[in-house]
């Protein structure tokens, strides 16, 4: 069922008049899938995010099913998805996916669009805590949103969106080897990934169910050396053939030795061959033929070159807080960094 907010395909401007374009909503995954997943799935590695959210509502959706609850009338968990309707029906050129207890998660880089996200999210009443969007995307919907609902914006994170575009130029590296995780390692990565965790400032969820999610699908890969790991990559579930490099990791005292950038390799390649473990053998995940890595700002695009990847966007997350003044207009230079969850950065 599609939300009142945009009545078939037009929409309702603030001057009145109808204007054949706009943004369409719905609390249905499945009409959000068949709608906007050709769009979603032709820019996979620059909608990655969105595709692994949309991804994980159809999981849970499935496990609600499979309990007998019925999730046609009570929607996605309270989730909206939407995409924006040309005019020329061409077919959608920008999608989102909200939670209210997290960011609103845009695909599409036109501000204009994503300022009338804005117009047509506050006729809903819905609470929007921040965005996660491209970065001009960003920049036009929480101007838009501040000057509508009178909120202060703050720069959460700036972060570099790159593909695995083809076989690294480096090839020298620490000696050692790579393998996959298995069950008998399940207490060395529960340790890694709470260490990561705690120095990165969040922990995403318990270490000790994520270590598990990985090692079901063959998700977390070892860089040996001297008969143990020293390092520690990992890469999410495949969605639409793409796989997303998430953690990397090094123990302190391993650090330094080039051992990150040996692991990053070889799970980026392991990925695209199909050779990590379970991942990409399901039959509704395919073959992988994307990888792609998001990093904070501080790499250096060298670093990723150096690796086989190339820079395809930047993404930035603002938060929306209390005004304690006039409307704030939102930054668009250098501004500091508030670190906010694992975004792996690219060794040096």
Known sequence: MLMPVHPGSTDMSDDGKHDRMGWCMTSDLDRFREAAGGYLRSRAAENTLLLSAAQNAQD???AQVAHGRDV????????????????????????????EAAPLLVA????????ALAAALSRT???????????SA??????????RVGVGVQVQS???VYRLAGPAPYQMGPAGRQRVATRADRPLLVEWLTAFGTEVGELAGEPEVAADELLSYGGATF?????????????TRPVVGTVRLSIVYTPPEQRHTGYATAVMLAASRAALSGATGATGATATAGPVSEVVLIT?????????????YQLIGERTVLRFGPATGPIPRVQTGPMARVTTGPLPRIPG
Do not use: I, K, N
């Open 60 to 62: 849970a959706q499935d």
């Open 72 to 99: 046609r009338a009570a929607g996605s968990a309270g989730l909206l998805y939407g995409w924006w309707d040309p005019p020329e029906g061409s077919g959608p050129r920008g999608a989102f996916l909200h939670d």
């Open 108 to 115: 599409g880089r036109a501000p204009e669009t994503a300022a």
């Open 125 to 135: 009443g819905r609470g929007v805590c921040g965005v996660d969007a491209p970065a």
């Open 138 to 147: 960003a920049d036009a919907f929480a101007a838009a949103w501040s000057q």
């Open 158 to 160: 700036r972060s570099r």
């Open 223 to 235: 860089w040996e050396a001297g008969g143990r790991p020293v390092a520690m990559a990992t890469t």
């Open 296 to 308: 904070d700002t501080t790499s250096p695009d060298r670093q990723a070159s150096r690796l086989g």
